[in-house]
Nanobody
Framework: QVQFVESGGGLVQPGGSLRLSCAAS????????MGWYRQAPGKQREWVAY???????FYTDSVKGRFTISRDNTKNTVYLQMNNLKPEDTAAYYC????????WGQGTQVTVSS
């Protein structure tokens, strides 16, 4: 059973940066398309970015040019570099397989506030 553990969140001022990490357990990581998602209070979970097994990347419009998704298959880890953070980026961030989601992890909280 695959599991995901997210880390790297925190409190940051507008314009700041954070790098999130997601460690995956289980086999087959390198063949998965992996995604980052976020859920703000009172809102539905939304996808933010995903990266294919061939390292093609895709982003939701609101984060294009600010966020970068990457992966290290030797560490079964996917990353999300977030720059120029805005208050509207405040949310709990999760990773998962983009297709055929596995169990959701605990997420990591990102709060952007002055």
């Amino acid at each position: 059973q695959v599991q995901f553990v997210e880390s790297g969140g925190g409190l940051v001022q507008p314009g700041g940066s954070l790098r999130l990490s997601c460690a995956a357990s289980g086999s087959g990581f390198s063949i998965y398309t992996m995604g980052w998602y976020r859920q703000a209070p009172g809102k539905q979970r939304e996808w933010v970015a995903y990266i294919t097994s061939g390292r093609a990347t895709f982003y939701t419009d609101s984060v294009k040019g600010r966020f970068t998704i990457s992966r290290d298959n030797t560490k079964n880890t996917v990353y999300l570099q977030m720059n120029n953070l805005k208050p509207e980026d405040t949310a709990a961030y999760y990773c998962n397989r983009y297709f055929n989601n596995g169990p959701w992890g605990q997420g990591t909280q990102v709060t952007v506030s002055s």
